[in-house]
């Protein structure tokens, strides 16, 4: 009795079999030929000329049938194909993929789903002792760009699993390495996080399939853009400002007047435009001109004065600005700036911070 207990509760595999009937030699020749395709290059080959197929399971000799399939309008072979579990730590959360894998004459291939965001294929050569890695990336497939940051995300974590460590450059030109790949991946789940909180800020959805059209230009805007909004970070402007006619001030005699020479202080309002991935997005700045010195002051007719202002070549003028949706917050933090001006004073242009996104 415990032996057939045994028998009963055995995890021994079974081998399952078919017979096939084909519609005459020249079929069965075709046949034998696709499996030798299947065998050597690893797709899927259809079959014409198959009349029948039986099935049947054996197990410690005794051999049972499952079915008789007859009536064949399509019949295609592959290779066998088995599921591969695999856990990753993705965003500091354990979790398993399937990948799959399947043996050909001289490689092993795995991959994951064809139709995913982000679609892999290894394939480890037996004979040379290589490994290639293959990837597309499909943006189409994705409903979001929540769906776009988690696949990138996935990507990242599948190819720090296998490879942990630093990797060899790759021997062959235009190769790219796989550190490369790894920094891509990683950069740019990054990216779609950001680009992801920017949408929630300004109640927006951008369709994924525009990613493949994303030009530097749009990319800078959406990092600009969650500095300002997201981070709420003071941001320098880019510019070089240059002493003209139109740096000038008209104030009143009942004002106090600076000094020739003397440091002022200049807050105004301005709108600043992003445009990218079809969006366009219309904020209101509150900005602060620095180091802008007294140069002249002239009397109007009207008895009020002209205020000329300049700066030095030690102490360039510049313009430090916020950034926010609506003309009121934006008028808020102008009448405050001054309670605050050294974060405004010690701004840094966007590009610093932006850079800083894409270094390891």
Partial sequence: MPNKIKDIFSDDMFDMGCNIQFRDHEACKKFLEALEI??????????????????????????????????ISRLVVGPAVEPVSIPLNIGGTEKAITLWRSEIKDKVILRNDPDSIVSFCFTF????????????????????????????????????????????????????????????????EAFFQRLQM?????????SPSLLKKLSREEQQDVDELY??????????????LTATDSTTMDMDHSN???????????????????????QTVLLHTANLMVNALVKDIQK????????????????PMYIAFSAFRTIEE???????????????????????????????
């Fill in 38 to 71: 299947v065998h050597t290059e690893g797709r899927t080959v259809p079959v014409e000329g198959v009349v029948a197929i039986s099935t049947k399971v054996s197990h410690e000799g005794t051999t049972f049938p499952l079915g008789d399939h007859g009536s």
């Fill in 330 to 360: 934006a008028e808020q933090e102008m009448n405050n700036i001054m309670a605050h001006n050294e974060v405004y004073e010690n701004a840094l242009i966007s590009n610093v911070y932006i850079k800083e996104f894409y270094s390891d």
């Fill in 227 to 240: 500095l300002l909004l997201c981070k709420k970070r003071v941001l320098r402007l880019n510019a070089q």
């Fill in 198 to 206: 920017v949408e929630n800020e300004l109640d927006l959805s951008v």
């Fill in 125 to 188: 050569l037996l004979s040379e002792h290589k490994l290639t890695i293959n990837y597309t990336v499909q943006f189409e497939k994705a409903k979001n760009i929540k769906d776009v940051a988690d696949s990138f995300g996935f990507a990242a974590a599948l190819l720090a699993y296998f490879y942990n460590g630093k990797d060899e450059k790759p021997s062959e030109k235009d190769v790219v390495s796989v550190s490369n790949i790894k920094k891509y991946f990683r950069h740019y």
């Fill in 256 to 278: 106090s007047i600076p000094n020739i020479g003397s440091n002022i202080s200049l807050t105004f309002l301005s709108t600043i435009e992003f445009n990218f991935l079809d």
């Fill in 300 to 315: 109007n007719d009207n008895g009020t004065v002209k205020i000329l202002y300049g700066d030095t070549d030690s102490r």
